[in-house]
Structure formats: structure tokens, C-alpha cells
């Protein structure tokens, strides 16, 4: 916070603060998505069975391996707030930027609810189990509040905390595998007794895909983070990639861990609370019992403290573009922080943490993130036809292009059968809504846009230009 | 009164006195700072370059 406060503003303009390394970036992405391995890949059991749901995490793994790869390349270069907004306005134009703006702020708004609700509930069973009757309520915005204040002071004790916060969730998941001795097979855990085969064959493990995104959902917004990370070329491939090896560790021992403890049938519509949490239960360990309670705790807490910042992040950036109104563009001159826009989108999220079900906030930010990842390989081709290596200096240049950004295209193609499968309304109304929120943009918007100003880095004229 | 009922209404109380917190500093940036200034962040301005800072670090 000292360093914070020391970033006092040089002459009249002010800007984000450039303080963060690699191991904020690894807290960011990796403090965003932990909270998906305590809860919510889940039910992927519930629509493929076990081997489903590990399917699943191979196979969106893979997806997101690839949009770690295209982000580390494009964000390292493209190093400005709002990540994927700033680089489709380079990439592709206005409209595309606006409603990839539009998918930040919402995915991760409302993946803050969800992260908000889910501690204050966590709150209430904890209490609970104590023997006492508590509202979750009170917690829920307590959590939030103390998020906010501390994104609105300042972002380096804010992902300093997460970094923190977030190690310490993903230890309790390897306390919890290593309390089981997996080195003494069906002491504990029953694997030979509760793995079963796919109970609803291949259609199954396809709509496995939908909740399988909770495993990984959230890495990519590491990018937000590319304005005020002191050598974005170094720090946001080491810490993103860093991240995507962290999370596909957490995403096989919490899978081995969960159905090696927990019947399929039971884990598959776990809606008391997580799954890690559960298998801890069941183990009949007092301390294991309390460390993952810690844990889940931990990672909701650290998954709405990288949301709140990201956010605010997109919806500053949007702002200071006049995509949004202008005053919103505001950096806290003392903090360096947008704080206007995390002032702002505080009661938005209070409202749907607190009036929306969890399960409609949490599709809401599932498929907005996943429009965002079907962004990410036509931004990709258009990046390196634009631009081909040697013309820019690039960060980090990702290999065997263009078979990541084919490969993502593909995945995302089979992920959204796989939503329509079980939301196809909501998909449905979701589209309607950026539809209806492009055509606000085009027709009366894009007047305040300053168009030369769209195009900020010192690059040479792009190739066909 | 019990000790969770004390804490519900302990969490009422801090979230009320941060928000009031962060909308009072609001309301006092935006008084004692031109709107020029808070306005005047822009993308693609490296500070660290711009300083010389970058370069003393080998950046």
C-alpha cells in the first residue's frame, strides 16, 4: 500500500499503476477460477458420469490451454486495460470491442455475485453446523463491500491478498489429497467400487462440455491486468501460462479426490454446497473438515476480489473509449485505481448476489465468457495477418499457429451444442440481448466515439491497410 | 442478543461504513480535482518508458 500511496500523479495526467509482476498475474487468473474446482464441474458428473466429467476437464482444458496461448501473445502486445476489449478495437472494430466489452463486464459481474452469494452461504453453513441459525444476508454484502474497498484502494494489495488467499485454497486441495493416502488405494477412497461407465453414453459426456468450462472459466481475464504489470511481455505469458498449469493440476486431483469419495449419482446434484468440501466430510477427519471448509471459503473470496478488479477494468477501459460515457474513464488520482466504475458496478452486483438464483447468474457468466472465447481465434488470424512476426515486437509469440485458434473455434462450436443441450433458452435470450445491445451501440452510440483516437499503439500500418 | 445475531448486525455495520467510506472519497476527488485531470489516463502511455524507469531496469 505504501508503494500505492507513493504513485502520486506526474504533472496533469494520471494513469493505472504499474506495479504488479508475474506471480499478481498468476493471482488474478488463477484467483478468478479456483472457486470452479470446490464448485460447480460438479454437475458435468451429473450429465456424463465420472469418466464424463474427466473427459470434460481434458477436453476444455485443452480449449482453455489455447486461449492461454492466444491471450499471451496478443495481450503481451496489446498491453492495455480491458484486455480482449482493447484488443479486438485493434484487431477487428468498434462493434466487435463493444460487445466483447460487454462480455467481460457481464461474465465477470456476474461471476462475482455468484463468488459473493456462495461465501455468505458458506458463512450460514458453517454457522450452522455450529448449531446456530444465521442469515446470509449480512455476510454476502460484508464480503463484497470488503472487496471493493480494497480493489478501490489501490490494485497491488489487492492481488497481493488474492496471491495469498488463492495459495492457500489450492494447498488445502492438496491436503485433502494427500489425507486421503492415495498411496493405500480403497483404504479411503473407493475408486473400484464408484466409478461406474458413461451412464448417458457419448450425447452425455458432450453435455459434460457445458460444466466442464468450470474448471478453468475465468483464466483468461489475467489479460485485464496488462496496463498495470511493470513488463507485460514478461509477466502476463509466465504468469497466465503458470496459471493454466496450476489449474489443470487442481482440476485432476479434485476429480480423483471427489469420485473416489462421493457416489456419482450424489456428486453429479450436489446442491448443499461443494464437492471438495463434501469429500472431506465424508472422510470422518475433523481437520480435513475444517481446512477445506477454509478452502472453499478462500477461493470464493478470491474469485469476486479478480472479478470486481477485471470488471472494473473493462468497464473503465470502455468508458475512457466513450463506448460508455466518458466520466466512467476516471482514475483515482491518489490510488491509480478506476474507481468510479468499481463504485458503479458495486449495486449491480449486490442486486444479483442477492435477488437472481445462483444457477441463472452462473450461465449468464458462463456463456458470456464463451462468446468471448469464440472471439479469441478470429482476433487470433486476424492478429497475424495484420501484423505477421517481425513487423511488431510481440512478448511472446505462440507456436504451431494457426492449430490452437482452429482447434478453439472447433471446441467452442461443440461446447455451445453442449449448452444448447441443457440452456438452450437462455442461450437464446442471451444472444437477443447483445443483438439488442449492438444495434443501442451502431444507431446511437458510435456517435460520441472518437474514431482516430480508437488505435493506441505505436505499431506500423497493418498489412492491406 | 446472541454472538451471530452481534455478528449479522457487526456485518451490516462495516459494509455500510466502507461504502460510505469509498462514496465520501468519491465526492471529495471529484471536488478537489478537475474533471480534466481524472480524465486524462490514456491507453498505450507507458509510464515506465516515459520516465526513463523501464530502461534503468533493463526493461
Same mark, same amino acid.
Given at each position: ?11 496533469q ?6 506495479v504488479l509482476?508475474?506471480?499478481h498475474?498468476?493471482a488474478?487468473g488463477v484467483?478468478?477460477?479456483l472457486v470452479?474446482?470446490f ?11 465420472a469418466?464424463?466429467?474427466l ?6 482444458g485443452?480449449l482453455?490451454?489455447c486461449?492461454?496461448?492466444?491471450d499471451?501473445?496478443i495481450?503481451? %502486445? ?15 472494430g468498434?462493434l466487435?470491442a ?7 463486464v457481464?461474465?465477470?459481474t456476474m461471476?462475482?455475485a ?12 458453517g ?7 444465521v442469515?446470509?444476508?449480512?455476510? %454476502? ?13 489501490g490494485?497491488f494489495?489487492t492481488?497481493?491478498?488474492n496471491?495469498v ?21 480403497e483404504a479411503?477412497?473407493?475408486?473400484s ?12 459426456v458432450?453435455?459434460? *462440455? ?6 478453468? +472459466?475465468?483464466i ?7 496496463e ?11 504468469g497466465?501460462i503458470?496459471? /493454466?498449469i ?5 482440476a485432476g486431483?479434485t ?5 473416489g /469419495?462421493l ?6 446434484w ?5 464437492p ?18 477454509v ?21 473503465f ?8 460515457p +466518458?466520466?466512467f ?7 491509480? %485505481?478506476?474507481? &468510479?466504475?468499481?463504485l ?5 452486483a449486490?442486486?444479483?448476489a ?19 472465447y469464440?472471439f479469441?481465434?478470429?482476433n /487470433?488470424?486476424?492478429? &497475424?495477418?495484420m501484423w ?6 510481440r ?10 485458434a482452429?482447434?478453439l ?7 455451445y451444442?453442449?449448452?444448447y443441450?441443457?440452456y438452450g433458452?437462455?442461450?437464446?435470450a /442471451?444472444m437477443?440481448?447483445y443483438i439488442?445491445a449492438?444495434l443501442?451501440f451502431?444507431f446511437y452510440?458510435?456517435r460520441?466515439?472518437?474514431r482516430?483516437d480508437? *488505435?493506441?499503439m505505436a ?7 | 442478543?446472541?454472538? @451471530?445475531?452481534?455478528m449479522? @448486525?457487526?456485518? @451490516? ?5 466502507l461504502?460510505? @467510506?469509498?462514496?465520501i ?8 480535482y478537475?474533471?480534466a485531470?481524472l ?8 509510464e515506465?518508458?516515459l520516465?526513463?524507469?523501464g ?5
Amino acid at each position: 500500500m505504501a508503494e500505492q500511496a507513493a504513485g502520486q500523479p506526474q504533472g496533469q495526467q494520471i494513469n493505472l499503476l504499474k506495479v504488479l509482476g508475474p506471480t499478481h498475474v498468476w493471482a488474478l487468473g488463477v484467483g478468478i477460477v479456483l472457486v470452479g474446482e470446490f464448485m460447480g464441474w460438479n454437475y458435468a458428473v451429473g450429465k456424463g458420469g465420472a469418466y464424463g466429467a474427466l473427459i470434460a476437464c481434458w477436453v476444455i482444458g485443452l480449449l482453455y490451454t489455447c486461449v492461454a496461448m492466444i491471450d499471451s501473445e496478443i495481450t503481451s %502486445t496489446v498491453a492495455a486495460a480491458g484486455g480482449q476489449y482493447a484488443q479486438a478495437k485493434h484487431t477487428i472494430g468498434p462493434l466487435m470491442a463493444f460487445n466483447v466489452g460487454l462480455y467481460l463486464v457481464l461474465a465477470y459481474t456476474m461471476l462475482e455475485a455468484g463468488d459473493v452469494l456462495v461465501a455468505g452461504q458458506l458463512v450460514q453453513i458453517g454457522a450452522g453446523e455450529l448449531g446456530h441459525n444465521v442469515a446470509f444476508e449480512p455476510f %454476502t454484502i460484508l464480503c463484497l463491500m470488503v472487496l471493493a474497498w480494497l480493489n478501490y484502494r489501490g490494485v497491488f494489495m489487492t492481488l497481493t491478498v488474492n496471491f495469498v488467499i488463492t495459495a492457500a485454497a489450492f494447498l488445502t486441495i492438496i491436503i485433502l489429497f494427500i489425507g486421503l493416502e492415495p498411496w493405500h488405494p480403497e483404504a479411503i477412497m473407493k475408486h473400484s467400487e464408484l466409478l461406474t461407465g458413461l451412464p448417458y453414453g457419448w450425447l452425455g459426456v458432450i453435455a459434460a *462440455f457445458h460444466f466442464g468450462i468450470w474448471y478453468y +472459466l475465468g483464466i483468461e481475464g489475467t489479460c485485464q491486468a496488462a496496463e498495470e504489470v511493470r513488463s507485460p511481455g514478461r509477466s502476463l505469458p509466465l504468469g497466465t501460462i503458470t496459471g /493454466m498449469i496450476t489449474l489443470a493440476i487442481a482440476a485432476g486431483l479434485t476429480w480423483y479426490v471427489s469420485v473416489g /469419495m462421493l457416489p456419482w449419482e450424489y456428486l453429479g446434484w450436489d446442491l448443499t454446497l461443494a464437492p471438495l468440501y463434501d469429500a472431506a466430510r465424508v472422510s470422518g477427519s475433523n481437520f480435513l473438515h475444517v481446512a477445506l471448509f477454509v478452502g472453499t471459503l478462500f477461493s470464493a473470496i478470491a474469485s469476486a476480489n479478480g472479478c470486481i478488479n477485471d470488471a472494473a477494468r473493462a468497464w473503465f477501459s470502455m468508458g475512457r473509449d466513450r463506448y460508455l460515457p +466518458l466520466w466512467f474513464g476516471a482514475v483515482h488520482p491518489r490510488y491509480r %485505481t478506476p474507481f &468510479r466504475s468499481i463504485l458503479f458496478l458495486i449495486p449491480i452486483a449486490a442486486v444479483f448476489a442477492l435477488k437472481v438464483p445462483l444457477a441463472q447468474v452462473i450461465t449468464f457468466s458462463i456463456l458470456s465468457g464463451l462468446l468471448n472465447y469464440t472471439f479469441m481465434p478470429i482476433n /487470433m488470424f486476424k492478429f &497475424r495477418r495484420m501484423w505477421p512476426l517481425g513487423s511488431i515486437r510481440r512478448g511472446f509469440q505462440h507456436p504451431f499457429h494457426p492449430f490452437p485458434a482452429i482447434l478453439l473455434m472447433s471446441l467452442c462450436i461443440i461446447t455451445y451444442f453442449a449448452v444448447y443441450l441443457g440452456y438452450g433458452r437462455q442461450l437464446l435470450a /442471451m444472444m437477443a440481448f447483445y443483438i439488442v445491445a449492438s444495434l443501442w451501440f451502431h444507431f446511437y452510440r458510435y456517435r460520441f466515439v472518437r474514431r482516430g483516437d480508437q *488505435f493506441t499503439m505505436a505499431w506500423p500500418r497493418p498489412q492491406g491497410y | 442478543m446472541d454472538f @451471530w445475531q452481534i455478528m449479522e @448486525w457487526a456485518a @451490516w455495520i462495516i459494509s455500510a461504513v466502507l461504502f460510505g @467510506w469509498m462514496f465520501i472519497d468519491f465526492l471529495k476527488v471529484g471536488r478537489e480535482y478537475s474533471e480534466a485531470m481524472l480524465l486524462s489516463s490514456r491507453e498505450g502511455i507507458d509510464e515506465l518508458e516515459l520516465f526513463g524507469e523501464g530502461k534503468k531496469k533493463g526493461h
